[in-house]
């Protein structure tokens, strides 16, 4: 989940366990979740988006959870890999106020996820 | 086809020196955003480009940052008078423009010494 501090909340499942990383966003006017992965010295890697007019997402051995209601975002990993380790990012899209808008992204702090052999 | 991709890999400057990192965004790709991610932090933002004009920098920390798109491809960031907390990962986005996806390039770590 979201990070208060200046450490990763950690997740630690075994291999063909499915995880669960949990995300709280804080934007409301919010209307479109990514989550992204990322490897240690490479960039974030899109895994799954999601926008505010749906529940429920699926991808390739992932599912994206949207709750509104309580602002919450989670990443659903199924039968969770060695590759699978990673840190994890949700980021909310945010438009700016500029003129146009930017839909900048706002990152939470990431979960760091370690799949044991 | 080829992704984001960013120069130099590692930069490491002495502080107050000046810097430049590079981003070849994806081909056809209007939308460009630069981000800065420190140690055990998600990316922050910084500016963002939609063809060749800064359509919204209120992320650039202050005026020592500074970013160019003149060809609406190619971006550069300069950094001016570097100082030890500018160390860190700059990275770089694309994407056709808002609201389609954005994906990053492996970023440039600089290192202020």
């Known amino acids: 989940g979201e990070s208060v501090g200046l450490h990763l909340p950690t997740l630690s499942v075994q291999e063909g366990d499915n995880s669960i990383i949990n995300c709280a966003y804080s934007n409301s006017a919010s209307d479109y979740f990514i989550w992204y992965k990322q490897e240690s010295g490479k960039g974030p890697q899109f895994i799954i988006d999601i926008r505010s007019n749906m529940d429920k997402r699926q991808g390739q051995r992932v599912t994206v959870l949207l709750n509104k209601t309580v602002k919450h975002l989670s990443l659903q990993i199924a039968a969770t890999q060695p590759g699978d380790s990673a840190v994890y990012f949700c980021?909310?899209?945010?438009?700016?106020?500029?003129?146009?808008?930017?839909?900048?992204?706002?990152f939470g702090k990431g979960t760091k996820l370690t799949v044991n052999p | 086809g080829a992704g984001v991709s960013q120069t130099p890999s590692n930069k490491v400057t002495e502080k107050g020196k000046y810097v430049e990192l590079r981003c070849d965004p994806i081909?056809?790709?209007?939308?460009l955003y630069w981000y800065r991610q420190s140690l055990g932090q998600g990316p922050e933002f910084l500016i963002y480009?939609?063809?060749?004009?800064?359509?919204?920098d209120s992320g650039l920390p202050n005026d020592r940052f500074f970013a160019v798109r003149p060809e609406g491809s190619v971006s550069t960031l300069k950094i001016q008078r570097t100082e030890r907390g500018d160390s860190a990962v700059y990275l770089c986005?694309?994407?056709?423009?808002?609201?389609?996806?954005?994906?990053f390039g492996p970023g440039t770590r600089l290192t202020v010494l």
């Open positions: 986005a694309s994407s056709f423009g808002p609201p389609d996806t954005q994906y």
């Open positions: 480009f939609q063809g060749t004009g800064a359509a919204d």
């Open positions: 081909s056809g790709h209007t939308a």
């Open positions: 980021a909310e899209n945010r438009e700016s106020a500029a003129q146009g808008g930017s839909e900048k992204l706002v």
